[in-house]
């Protein structure tokens, strides 16, 4: 997976993809990242990238020049050219969830643009038909923390990134649900002690109480997931005895 990061702070960007997990990705040509500074693609001394609103109004936008000249010249790195996706992080865009990592796992190639100040001028988005993702329904001051948590969590799907493969099909939202709690050595410690199925080595018994425990984690404290997970017979019925009230579900017993 290549990402090639359009942005004003490309040393904030360089800091966090050369650590942990992302880092040795990129050591093992996993995943490839290109940064590019925006402002290199400026024509005047002061290196300007923004300007006022057009109608008035507080903030400053991205101006449109500096991005045009920037993606076109990305375009000439890519693979694919023009062809290549474009997104930009914006608080206008779809939530960022397990499916679209997923979708931007599987791209070979594509360009995120950090957004800035108060926007992007929206002949960017017209011009390069760009996607606009979102990390959450709030605004942070600049787009390069969304593009970084953007490529970590599609990087996970990429084969090879993750040690063990499993540990991504296991995880928090993999199934729609929010994982069960997690316990380790010693089997006692200040006086609490780690459920007694989890050291007992029956298998089935475990990830049954594993089941249980998503499905009643995800109703008390994100209900709003219960509706679009494939839920079975078995965990509507146990979803019912904690109080649940879907009638209406998708799956098999």
């Known amino acids: 997976m290549i990402c090639r990061i359009i942005t004003i702070f ?17 050591e093992k040509d996993l995943v490839k990242t290109h940064v590019y500074d925006l402002r290199d693609f400026t024509d005047d001394r002061h290196r300007t990238v923004d300007d006022v609103p057009y109608g008035g109004g507080p903030g ?7 991005l045009f000249r920037a ?9 694919a050219g023009p062809d290549t996706p474009v997104y930009m992080t914006s608080p206008h865009g779809r939530v960022l ?16 643009i950090c957004g800035h100040y108060g926007g992007v001028d929206d002949r960017v988005r017209q011009r390069f038909r760009a996607r606009e993702i979102s990390i ?20 996970r799907f990429v084969p090879g990134v993750v040690g063990k493969p499993e540990s ?13 709690p997690l316990y380790t050595r010693p089997a006692e410690f200040a006086g609490w002690k780690v459920p007694e199925v989890l050291p007992s080595g029956h298998h089935a018994n475990i990830i049954a109480w594993r089941r249980a425990k998503k499905l009643e984690l995800t109703l008390r404290r994100r209900p709003d997931l219960l509706e679009k997970a494939a839920l079975s017979d078995k965990d509507i019925a146990i979803l019912k005895s904690l109080g649940y009230g879907k009638e209406k579900h998708d799956g098999t017993s």
């Open 168 to 180: 991504v099909e296991e995880d928090t939202f993999s199934d729609g649900l929010l994982g069960a």
């Open 97 to 112: 969830d397990n499916a679209l990592a997923r979708e931007l796992a599987a791209e070979p190639e594509k360009i995120i």
């Open 136 to 155: 959450g329904d709030f605004v942070l001051t600049g787009g390069e923390l969304p593009a970084l948590v953007i490529i970590d969590a599609a990087a």
């Open 71 to 79: 993606v076109e010249h990305v375009f000439g790195l890519c693979a």
């Open 60 to 66: 400053m936008v991205f101006k449109p020049e500096p």
């Open 10 to 26: 490309p040393q904030m960007m360089d800091a966090v993809l050369s650590e942990s997990i992302l880092g040795r990705a990129r």
